[in-house]
């Protein structure tokens, strides 16, 4: 056999490291790079812009297409992404090509052009494409050639893993997650970086406040808008509450002009993108995600770790719910029935503690679950 076996990681990306570009970095972290090697495809932007200085990605070949947008994409972009796809795979080789995406069209795309020549694994990440159309003839294309895409890669593709069943029934079919192709990748973290440290939260700590806290990108998927609406019903009641938003993204605009609106300045901070998110996960008293879907977010993992009461919306998986930490709460009942939710809660907010055991019983061990990942690549070629 040929060593080291060469994986390409293929996905969208809007040049943001966050979520897949996330889990694809760890993941490799963790890898024996003698074993298994990495390049990476962006059809869209270089997620891994930020880590290009790494040893973890020194043998890598990056490439990025620039063909696909975050949204509204139509027929001239996924003709472009054919055309350079083709062109990508005249000059390059690989024993197995990961389609790390949750667009059905990119996957059948990607799929069409490989599945011949290579071992073609598909990966969902989502439980929803985050791609939206914004005209009612593409809307419409869309529903109609989805359940043909649907059939084509579950057909096409060796493997179809997924981060939860819930991601995998909305890529493949509720059908194809029962079948044998199909396979569950935890999204795994360092859990030892996370896990809750007294010492650490009381050094981070600089005031008695009661501290809300979120960690994602500004996007219309993890609803932040609504998350202030949620903490400006909270303050009205307990004036001793900020809220810290952790991310960046298309909505900062509208986040910075809401907080503004509401007089809430002072009670809420922005602090964008950072690479302290362990630390800060300690200095936070309850962490909030009130999404319009996901798939199985990394940082719902990590809440979890840092020993923090979780509140998430009803629209993120099940299988999230790791510990006893995690509550759902739905939608449907509007901003004030959070905040009374969650406030009729805070007396009896068990104290923080050590979950890392039942997170690596779990599964969520990011040097077990990418020990195993690698051995499944090499499981392939056997």
Known sequence: MEWPVRVLQITIGDGTFSGIANFLYSFYSHMNHEKVRFDFLYCGENSLASKMGSSVLRDSKITTLHVMKRNNNGFKEYYSLIKELRRYFEDNRYHIIHINSSNLFVNTCITCMCHKKNICIGH???????????????????????????????EKDNWLLACSTQAGEYLYSEKAVQGPKFKVINNAIDINKYIYNPMKRKLLRTNDKIIFGTVGRLTNQKNPLFLIDIFNEIHKKNGNTMLWLVGDGELRHEVEEKVKHLGLNNDIVIMGVRNDIADLMQAMDIFLLPSLYEGLAFVLIEAQAAGLPIFVSDSVTKEAKVTNLLEYIPLSIGAKGWADTILSKLENIPERRNTGEQLIKAGFDICTEAKKLEEFYISLMV
Do not use: A, D
């Open 124 to 154: 969902s990440h989502n439980t929803k494409s985050p791609i939206e159309y914004s005209s009612f003839i593409k809307k419409q294309i869309k529903k109609t050639v989805r359940i043909p895409c649907q059939k084509y890669i579950v």
